[in-house]
């Protein structure tokens, strides 16, 4: 039963602009995040974020009420800021809007301004604001926005520093880990924009319950001015990079996202341009050993239709991977509007020779549309995937945001060769669970061996009238 | 006197032990702005109490943060349709914003009524579309007289108070304005009872249903766990209701019995001798020999074995302390329930509590007990380090301030994994406590490497080899 449906979401693909401004934060040493808006803003991000990655996450809110939203949150702004000022003693507190904020028009840079001067006399950390409303765009957009207002407000030109700027986009921490191991074997001193791999996956001390001390600091980010150039793994993170093109010289390189065997080369090579750097032996092997999982997989990827959803890029890069194994996407699906990436598979699927159904902007209720109509073996997406999977008897190979209803979604990594080689393995694992027996034979499904057996019949009997006509 | 932890001065009184002075912290204001409140908003307040009808289409109208966030999130079990898992929004854009919804919400009720022919579609106001003034009432209407589908308007701007108390009566008043009374049960039995306040998490509901159709009671409704909307609309027939949660739904019992004359009574079914007293005042209320008689064997057939098959528990858990920090309900409900696994209830405290609910914890648990209101993560941290409960009883935002501090955790919220209502209930209650409580991970405190071989090991549990 199709519908036409143009207007309602149904199982949405994409997050509002503060969710995105918040996993940006999330990487920065001693910084408190501040949503403008109902308090619920920041309160079910957190929990999305909290069930996630199971660790504490702090998002302060400046709970915005019925009076408030009636003369305006700069009474609400300008005391959150000093009680955050006074009881945490963050390096940084970024304000991020909301749909209420924006709407009711605050007015948050000069409300920030008239609190630094009622406190001329005090020490203040870095303050700054990010107009983030949720009403445009998705969570990419905010995660956009937010670097660049980083970057904006803290690069300044000093001497150059000779490393590599990467902004990594909403990546897990294992998979900012990779990259900043594969930097490390490259030689090449980088600034992460931004580093969660300590902050998100920390080992049990209750050092994690005030603001982190590890994560990108104010003094890199200031220093991102001075260097060699910037590597946005996601094309849409890239407007930091654009900015400190245009205003500090330092080049700009936009994606691909470093998934996969193609890709990883890529951006390998980019560093490598970037830095004037040679490539190491072991950077070689790891690369050897990606090629090689890959042939061993082969024959059990070769030809199973794949179906895609989540953030643009990943999509992407994951569609390419895919079809570097030999897999076939059928349905690749993300929330975000976006031109380019439509451009992006449309490229990979010229060169590849696949034909996806291509939903940018899509909701899962579309996703499983097209999956019913062009097919899927396996789906590979975040854990709002289960139930479509669930309804299609395909296995749901979770990777992505968020990820609530398995353990270790901090710990689940995609990028780099190393990456990749874990998720050649995870998936032809989980093609062999579902679809192939103990002993390794491929199970064949009674019902699809009669659906086959009746459309040979039916291939006979054309064969034997167009015999008989002859 | 000391206050109970170091916070910010106008938060102290927000913290109290019982016995000492006034017993009832001060409670029901807004949050510190700034802080990191585990409050949520007005529209979460409605959302999760009418979430768990499960043949409606629950649509947000708003930017789609409101609804990504929030869909299937409330851990309510179906036994029929799977319809109110679905997250659906009207996903405002920028244009929406200057120019109003209206349209856009129409157009997507339409669509989801073509789509799905749900029992019922609730719209949910939000911030964004309560100050552009959106009139999601007149659409509602309109979209009911075209479609003949109950389009029920929700007014839940998230902004519109400080406590998602008011959300719950607002999700109450959907009900009582549209749903309630709109249609004639086909037949009545002097014995018809509506459950309220009961939301079948994990199946809750599953545990006292058979209960009380064994007792003769019929049950025309649950508002909403594992309800269609059609049978709440028939619930103004019941000659009782019966309310479970007594912090979001005292509201709509009450409003019910002034509005049609239905008495109600205040159950609890977690525990032993709450879930007996409970079923014991269901039965004298309706006064019938026959029923009471049923129950009191249905009590005892019931009882019996729960204490062999507790017993293991109980012997771990005795003399144990926990510490309640929960939405509301259960700061009280349950202190009986730990008793009776010989845990003693050192804290409780509440998000949204207001005065009444403050005055039911004060009632329930014994002196010495810390009553705590809105703390934010830092001073729930700050309270699990000064007085290290053996346990922290509370939702998913609070479970990892707790586990990295060493202190064990059950999700009472939506996150939990048994149901825990009725005689079943409590043996699964006991059983999951058990499993965090004695848990050998937690023993393992010795937090660095190179402190093993100096320092033996703390905190750990006489028992644990």
């Known amino acids: ?470 | 006197m000391e206050p109970v932890i170091e916070t910010f001065e106008s938060r102290k009184k927000h913290m109290c032990v019982k016995g000492e002075g006034l017993s009832i912290p001060v409670c029901d204001k807004a949050s510190l702005p700034g802080t990191v409140t585990q409050r949520t908003c007005v529209f979460g307040g409605a959302r999760i109490v009418l979430m768990p009808i499960t043949d409606s289409i629950h649509l947000v109208h708003g930017p789609i943060g409101c609804a990504a966030c929030t869909w299937d999130i409330r851990g309510s079990k179906s036994s029929r349709e799977e319809l109110y898992k679905k997250g659906c929004s009207t996903d405002l854009q920028e244009k929406d914003i200057v120019f109003g919804g209206e349209k856009k919400l129409f157009e997507t009720v339409l669509e989801l009524y073509n789509i799905y022919k749900p029992g019922a579609i609730f719209v949910y106001a939000t911030c964004v579309s309560g100050v552009i003034g959106d009139d999601i009432k007149a659409v509602c209407k309109k979209s009911e007289d075209l479609t003949g589908c109950r389009v029920i308007p929700v007014q839940s701007e998230g902004f519109q108070d400080h406590n998602k108390t008011k959300g719950h009566w607002i999700g109450g008043d959907a009900l009582l304005d549209y749903v309630i009374g709109t249609k004639e049960p086909e037949e009545t039995t002097p014995f018809d009872i509506n459950i309220v306040g009961e939301f079948n998490v994990a199946g809750d509901l599953w545990g006292i249903k058979p209960l009380l159709e064994e007792m003769g009671v019929n049950i025309i409704s649950t508002i909403s766990g594992d309800s269609h909307a059609d049978e709440i609309a028939q619930a103004h027939r019941a000659k009782l209701n019966i309310v479970q949660c007594q912090k979001s739904s005292n509201y709509v019992a009450r409003k019910m019995e002034k509005k049609y004359g239905i008495p109600f009574i205040k159950v609890n079914f977690f525990g032993l001798e709450q879930t007996t007293n409970s079923l014991r005042e269901i039965a004298d209320f309706f006064g019938d020999e026959e029923m009471i008689d049923r129950t009191e064997k249905i009590i005892e057939r019931e009882l019996m074995g729960v204490e062999d098959e507790t017993q293991e528990y109980r012997e771990r858990l005795e003399g144990k302390t926990v510490a309640l920090y929960v939405g509301g309900n259960k700061a009280w409900s349950l202190v009986r329930a730990f008793e009776e696994v010989g845990m003693d209830v050192m804290m409780s405290g509440t998000k949204n509590g207001i005065k009444e609910d403050y005055e039911r914890i004060k009632e329930t648990v014994r002196d010495g007990t810390i009553i705590v209101d809105d703390a934010n993560s830092t001073e729930l941290a700050r309270l699990l380090k000064k007085y290290k409960p053996n346990l922290l009883i509370s939702g998913a935002k609070e479970k990892y301030i707790s586990l990295k501090l060493g202190i064990p955790f059950c999700d009472f919220n939506h996150d939990r994994i048994s149901a825990f209502a009725g005689f079943k209930g409590f043996v699964s209650f006991a059983k999951e406590v058990d499993a965090s409580v004695s848990s050998p991970v937690f023993n393992l405190a010795s937090k660095t490497l190179s402190k093993v071989s100096k320092t033996p090991k703390v905190g750990g549990d006489e028992n644990a080899s």
Request: net charge negative.
């Open chain 1, 1 to 470: 039963m199709h519908h036409d449906k143009k207007f309602a979401v149904v199982n949405p693909s994409k997050m509002c602009q503060p969710m995105g401004a918040v996993q940006a934060l999330l990487g920065v040493k001693n910084t408190m995040p501040l949503i403008h808006g109902s308090q619920g803003c920041s309160t079910y991000m957190r929990f999305q974020l909290i069930r996630h990655f199971r660790e504490p996450i702090e998002v302060a809110s400046t709970s915005m009420n019925e009076k408030t939203v009636i003369y305006g949150g700069e009474f609400n702004l300008m005391k959150a800021l000093k009680n955050i000022t006074e009881k945490q003693s963050p390096d940084m507190i970024v304000v991020t809007s909301s749909c209420l904020t924006e709407t009711i028009g605050d007015d948050m840079a000069g409300i920030i301004e008239k609190f630094k001067d009622a406190n001329l006399d005090n020490e203040l950390p870095v303050i700054i604001p990010v107009s983030t409303p949720s009403y445009v765009e998705s969570h990419v957009e905010g995660y956009n926005r937010t670097i660049k207002a980083l970057v904006e407000h803290l690069a300044t030109p000093s001497v150059p520093n000779g490393k590599i700027n990467i902004i990594t986009g909403n990546i897990s921490p294992a998979d900012c880990k990779q990259v900043k191991d594969l930097l490390y074997q490259l030689n090449c001193d980088s600034i992460i924009l931004t580093d969660t791999s300590e902050n998100l996956d920390a080992p049990l001390t209750e050092e994690t319950l005030s603001l982190y001390n590890e994560g990108t600091s104010i003094e890199e980010i200031e220093d991102t001015a001075n260097s060699l150039g910037t590597i946005s793994l996601s094309k849409h993170v890239d407007s930091a990079a654009i900015f400190l093109e245009k205003k500090f010289g330092v080049k700009s390189i936009s994606g691909p996202l470093p998934l996969g065997f193609e890709n990883t080369d890529q951006f390998v090579t980019s560093v490598c341009e970037l830095g004037d750097l040679e490539i190491p032996e072991s950077v070689e092997k790891d690369r050897g050993r990606l090629l090689d999982a890959m042939v061993d997989a082969h024959s059990y990827n070769f030809h199973r239709k794949v179906a895609i959803f989540g953030d643009p890029d990943f999509v992407s890069g994951m569609t390419r991977f895919t079809s570097e194994l030999g897999m076939i996407p059928s349905v690749v699906c993300t929330g975000t509007e976006s031109e380019r990436f439509t451009e992006d598979v449309k490229l990979i699927s010229k060169e590849k020779g696949i034909n996806p159904v291509i939903l940018a902007g899509g909701d899962l209720f579309d996703m499983h549309q097209a999956i019913k109509k062009a097919g899927a073996d396996i789906l590979i997406g975040n854990a709002y995937g289960a139930s479509t999977a669930k309804e299609e008897n395909i296995p749901l190979l979770r990777v992505g945001f968020p990820i609530f209803d398995r353990l270790g979604a901090q710990r689940i990594s995609v990028l780099g060769y190393k990456g990749s080689i874990e998720f050649v393995d995870k998936i032809t694992n989980t093609l062999l669970d579902f679809y192939y027996d103990e002993a390794g034979y491929e199970i064949v499904d009674e019902k699809t061996e009669e659906i086959l057996r009746e459309e040979g019949d039916e291939g006979f009997e054309e064969d034997f009238m167009s015999k008989e006509e002859i």
